[in-house]
């Protein structure tokens, strides 16, 4: 008889898609197994699993423990897999123990199938020596955030404790993953008050940690840790935190006020927002006016970008974009940036109006919304911001010889040298080639001036950095900038090479960390698969970005 084991939800995953994974990841909430899986073109061949839960056979077993100690990554990435998609017991310390292989395909693929634990023995070793307490920090950031994607009937009380135990790791990282697995395990009602309505270990652990954390963004996972926890506890707490020195904190604040406070007093508290300092904070508060979906919310959106028409600098071009992309999407209409007809639509509307929770399709990155800062494009991709960092994949895909002679790098010169050239001088850039590593033209934004246009062409010019696409490190290097608040990402899509391989994670976990920076990213995709093509346009919804593919 067949039995519904971990391989029958892997193997599901992979044939839905990145979308189950990328909700799963998130956190979002799913239909129940059996309506995920209906209507797959072909049935799993799901393994019998005995009594000690062993699914494979001893030569089978035997053949694949070979296949993790290869010399290929890729055979070691593939045995990961079919031992995860077997059920078999035994197959959990060698996934675990591949969480310290240095290979971001390996390391990454045993993070994504460690969801799939069911057992007290493998959940044990998760928390083992090999995993949360795991000298390598790479390792244990990997297991405090796979605690977040573990199933629902899995020994909640033991995996609180392991949270717990996360949250006090000297590693920054380590308490953010576990923050934000406490955070999506308590959206799917798994860490409740206990029955006399007092704390649990774990809520105290996240209070403690909200009040000492010094690291601003791991400060900020925990007041959305918490706000998940314990939503009327965290309603003062997220008040002051709205007026926080560190920008994180208030654009953390800001995201949390429409699930916490009723919209009528949820207004008050965001509209001050959309005027704050930093750029991270009004697009977030743009966001919760959107989500808060009223008639109110809607003309404080639509001030919001009258502001924008008396002071350019107020509102940046995404920003303004954001807003029209929703007004158009909740209305029908096409109206443009101009606030005066989206004010007739709103007076229109009755008191108690609210938005749909569907409506039209989003803005194409090339539709005319009366851009006011430039008419630059990369690739054919419109550039809608003065503060960007251009990324760009020097691996073996770009020096692709092409029946004209040209090799790919080539081509992507001279698409760089007419972007840079176009820029308003107000703009500030950089330019990142990557491979294994990345190589900066310099170490942050610099203005679009001839001088610095003319070095960065012929600085991408010069380099002849060939090997694996490592994405990750690039754009986190990127991102170590304050000031930037787009990445306009060249690839084929498959990222190689790194500690991040996998799209699946990388995904969710970029989206996570934008949460408080708010970094659009826009991508232009060489020869990219289906898969990959669906990922990438997947981080762009997530950021607020575009992407599209291109032929090179």
Same mark, same amino acid.
């Given at each position: 008889?067949?039995?519904?084991?971990?391989?029958?939800?892997?193997?599901?995953?992979?044939?839905?898609?990145?979308?189950?994974?990328?909700?799963?990841?998130?956190?979002?909430?799913?239909?129940?197994?059996?309506?995920?899986?209906?209507?797959?073109?072909?049935?799993?061949?799901?393994?019998?699993?005995?009594?000690?839960?062993?699914?494979?056979?001893?030569?089978?077993?035997?053949?694949?423990?070979?296949?993790?100690?290869?010399?290929?990554?890729?055979?070691?990435?593939?045995?990961?897999?079919?031992?995860?998609? @077997?059920?078999?017991?035994?197959?959990?310390?060698?996934?675990?123990?591949?969480?310290?292989?240095?290979?971001?395909?390996?390391?990454?693929?045993?993070?994504?199938?460690?969801?799939?634990?069911?057992?007290?023995?493998?959940?044990?070793?998760?928390?083992?020596?090999?995993?949360?307490?795991?000298?390598?920090?790479?390792?244990?950031?990997?297991?405090?955030?796979?605690?977040?994607?573990?199933?629902?009937?899995?020994?909640?009380?033991?995996?609180?404790?392991?949270?717990?135990?996360?949250?006090?790791?000297?590693?920054?990282?380590?308490?953010?993953?576990?923050?934000?697995?406490v955070e999506r395990r308590a959206r799917r009602g798994l860490c409740a008050l206990n029955p006399t309505g007092d704390e649990t270990p774990l809520h105290a652990a996240v209070r403690t940690r909200l009040a000492r954390e010094r690291e601003h963004g791991v400060r900020a996972?925990?007041?959305?840790?918490?706000?998940?926890?314990?939503?009327?506890?965290?309603?003062?707490?997220?008040?002051?935190?709205?007026?926080?020195?560190?920008?994180?904190?208030?654009?953390?604040?800001?995201?949390?006020?429409?699930?916490?406070?009723?919209?009528?007093?949820?207004?008050?508290?965001?509209?001050?927002?959309?005027?704050?300092?930093?750029?991270?904070?009004?697009?977030?508060?743009?966001?919760?006016?959107?989500?808060?979906?009223?008639?109110?919310?809607?003309?404080?959106?639509?001030?919001?970008?009258?502001?924008?028409?008396?002071?350019?600098?107020?509102?940046?071009?995404?920003?303004?974009?954001?807003i029209v992309e929703h007004l158009r999407r909740v209305s029908g209409r096409k109206h443009r940036r101009d606030p005066r007809p989206w004010r007739d639509w709103v007076a229109g509307l009755p008191d108690n109006w609210r938005a749909p929770s569907d409506g039209g399709s989003?803005?194409?990155?090339?539709?005319?919304?009366?851009?006011?800062?430039?008419?630059?494009?990369?690739?054919?991709?419109?550039?809608?911001?003065?503060?960007?960092?251009?990324?760009?994949?020097?691996?073996?895909?770009?020096?692709?010889?092409?029946?004209?002679?040209?090799?790919?790098?080539?081509?992507?010169?001279?698409?760089?040298?007419?972007?840079?050239?176009?820029?308003?001088? @107000?703009?500030?850039?950089?330019?990142?080639?990557?491979?294994?590593?990345?190589?900066?033209?310099?170490?942050?934004?610099?203005?679009?001036?001839?001088?610095?246009?003319?070095?960065?062409?012929?600085?991408?010019?010069?380099?002849?950095?060939?090997? %694996?696409?490592?994405?990750?490190?690039?754009?986190?290097?990127?991102?170590?900038?304050?000031?930037?608040?787009?990445?306009?990402?060249?690839?084929?899509?498959?990222? %190689?090479g790194g500690r991040r391989h996998r799209l699946e994670l990388m995904v969710p976990l970029f989206a996570e960390f934008d949460a408080t920076r708010k970094i659009a990213v826009d991508s232009l995709l060489i020869d990219a698969k289906t898969r990959e093509l669906d990922a990438?346009?997947?981080?762009?919804?997530?950021?607020?970005?575009?992407?599209?593919?291109?032929?090179?």
């Amino acid at each position: 008889m067949h039995h519904l084991t971990p391989s029958y939800l892997v193997r599901c995953a992979a044939l839905a898609g990145p979308f189950v994974l990328f909700a799963h990841a998130l956190g979002l909430p799913l239909a129940s197994t059996a309506s995920r899986t209906a209507g797959f073109a072909r049935t799993p061949d799901v393994r019998s699993v005995d009594d000690d839960g062993h699914a494979l056979t001893e030569a089978e077993f035997d053949d694949l423990v070979l296949r993790t100690r290869s010399g290929n990554k890729w055979t070691r990435k593939r045995a990961l897999e079919h031992l995860a998609e @077997s059920g078999d017991a035994r197959g959990w310390e060698l996934i675990v123990a591949a969480l310290a292989d240095r290979k971001g395909e390996v390391a990454d693929t045993a993070q994504l199938v460690l969801a799939g634990i069911r057992s007290s023995a493998a959940l044990e070793r998760l928390g083992s020596k090999d995993a949360l307490r795991a000298r390598d920090e790479w390792v244990r950031r990997r297991a405090a955030e796979a605690l977040g994607r573990l199933a629902d009937d899995v020994d909640p009380e033991s995996v609180a404790r392991m949270l717990v135990g996360a949250l006090g790791d000297k590693d920054p990282e380590v308490r953010r993953m576990a923050l934000w697995s406490v955070e999506r395990r308590a959206r799917r009602g798994l860490c409740a008050l206990n029955p006399t309505g007092d704390e649990t270990p774990l809520h105290a652990a996240v209070r403690t940690r909200l009040a000492r954390e010094r690291e601003h963004g791991v400060r900020a996972r925990a007041l959305a840790a918490y706000a998940a926890l314990d939503p009327t506890a965290a309603r003062d707490i997220v008040r002051r935190e709205l007026d926080a020195r560190h920008a994180a904190a208030r654009c953390m604040a800001t995201a949390l006020v429409p699930e916490l406070f009723a919209a009528d007093d949820a207004i008050d508290w965001v509209r001050p927002r959309a005027l704050d300092a930093e750029r991270a904070v009004r697009v977030q508060a743009i966001d919760a006016l959107a989500r808060l979906g009223t008639r109110a919310a809607l003309a404080a959106m639509i001030e919001r970008l009258a502001d924008d028409m008396d002071d350019a600098d107020a509102l940046d071009e995404r920003g303004a974009r954001r807003i029209v992309e929703h007004l158009r999407r909740v209305s029908g209409r096409k109206h443009r940036r101009d606030p005066r007809p989206w004010r007739d639509w709103v007076a229109g509307l009755p008191d108690n109006w609210r938005a749909p929770s569907d409506g039209g399709s989003a803005l194409d990155p090339d539709d005319d919304v009366e851009r006011s800062v430039s008419e630059v494009s990369f690739g054919g991709l419109p550039i809608l911001s003065t503060r960007l960092t251009f990324l760009i994949d020097l691996s073996g895909s770009m020096w692709t010889v092409r029946p004209d002679g040209l090799t790919r790098k080539q081509v992507v010169e001279e698409m760089l040298r007419e972007a840079l050239e176009r820029l308003p001088e @107000s703009t500030r850039f950089n330019v990142i080639p990557f491979t294994e590593r990345p190589r900066p033209f310099k170490d942050e934004l610099v203005r679009a001036s001839r001088k610095n246009v003319r070095a960065a062409i012929e600085f991408f010019e010069d380099c002849n950095e060939r090997g %694996t696409g490592n994405f990750w490190d690039a754009a986190m290097l990127a991102c170590a900038d304050p000031d930037v608040d787009t990445l306009l990402v060249l690839t084929d899509g498959a990222p %190689t090479g790194g500690r991040r391989h996998r799209l699946e994670l990388m995904v969710p976990l970029f989206a996570e960390f934008d949460a408080t920076r708010k970094i659009a990213v826009d991508s232009l995709l060489i020869d990219a698969k289906t898969r990959e093509l669906d990922a990438w346009d997947q981080l762009a919804r997530l950021t607020g970005g575009h992407s599209m593919p291109i032929d090179l």
